[in-house]
């Protein structure tokens, strides 16, 4: 799975970090943020905003596995990373980073996930994490991984899953067909099979009770503004193009749709976070 642009990962990691849900988070932090060292792996972790924006919530010293298909996207989340740092260091490993008195200790692993979980998840860590993701996977992908997590007892923190609401303002009379159709577009194979889409928190946290976890899981929504005008004119600009692709709407009310988002003073999207471990 690949495809996404350095450009649009940093253009919204500013409104993701924003968005997290406290309350699942904080489960998350109960079990997790007094400890002096915590070893997370993140999955599909794309330009590594995730470390980025849980790090500062965890303890003195921290090792992140960053896993990810993209190999592009895997050397900008190193740069970006020793950018964000106070101070970065080159191991053999991948990179120490030291940030506000954290020293987090970083690696890199180019994995294709659909082939290669077991080896992922057989490293050691204490939890493994992700954003953005789980919407983008197979309604099988995510039963195979359940099972592979469960089964070594892991705990999973992942936030920022699409749910399939989106609300702009102001309206417009093709906005419900343009989000059945781009709903439907989610639902097509990103590289693990046709994807769970706005399905995807529901079907893991149905299955995660099965296997007896415990599970939190909240609202996570972006709420966009004037302010985040380029990211709504970029968001709309990728909506009307994989609607586009559905062909379920005529060309000339997608044409129309979009440029009224252009313009848009407010967007909603719908997201969930969810923190699952074993009982």
Not at 90 to 112: H, Y
Not at 123 to 130: F, G, L, Q
């Amino acid at each position: 799975m690949s495809g996404f642009s350095v450009d649009w990962l940093s253009l919204r990691e500013p409104v993701d970090h924003r968005s997290v849900n406290a309350d699942v988070r904080a489960a998350f932090m109960r079990d997790f943020g007094a400890r002096d060292h915590v070893t997370l792996t993140d999955i599909g972790c794309g330009s590594g905003s995730h470390l980025r924006s849980l790090a500062p919530h965890l303890g003195p010293r921290q090792t992140w596995r960053l896993v990810d298909y993209d190999a592009r996207l895997l050397a900008a989340a190193r740069e970006l990373l020793c950018r964000w740092a106070d101070r970065a260091e080159d191991t053999s490993a991948g990179v120490r980073l030291e940030k506000n008195a954290r020293i987090i200790e970083t690696s890199f692993v180019q994995c294709d996930l659909s082939k290669d979980l077991d080896t992922i998840l057989d490293e050691p860590a204490d939890a493994v994490t992700a954003a953005a993701f789980f919407d983008l996977v197979s309604e099988r992908f995510i039963e195979t991984f359940i099972v592979a997590l469960t089964a070594r007892k892991l705990p999973l923190y992942t936030i920022l899953t699409y749910d399939g609401r989106e609300v702009w303002s102001p309206p417009h009379r093709a906005d419900a067909a343009m989000l059945a159709a781009f709903n439907a577009h989610q639902s097509t194979d990103k590289g693990f099979g046709a994807a769970a889409g706005p399905n995807a928190t529901a079907l893991m946290s149905e299955a995660f009770r099965r296997k007896g976890y415990i599970v939190a899981t909240g609202e996570s929504p972006w709420r966009l503004s004037v302010k985040d005008r380029l990211l709504m004119s970029e968001l709309a600009s990728g909506i009307a193009h994989a609607v586009g692709e559905t062909g379920r709407v005529a060309a000339d009310d997608v044409a129309s749709w979009l440029a009224d988002k252009k313009t848009a003073v407010h967007c909603e999207i719908g997201h969930l976070d969810l923190y699952a471990r074993a009982n």
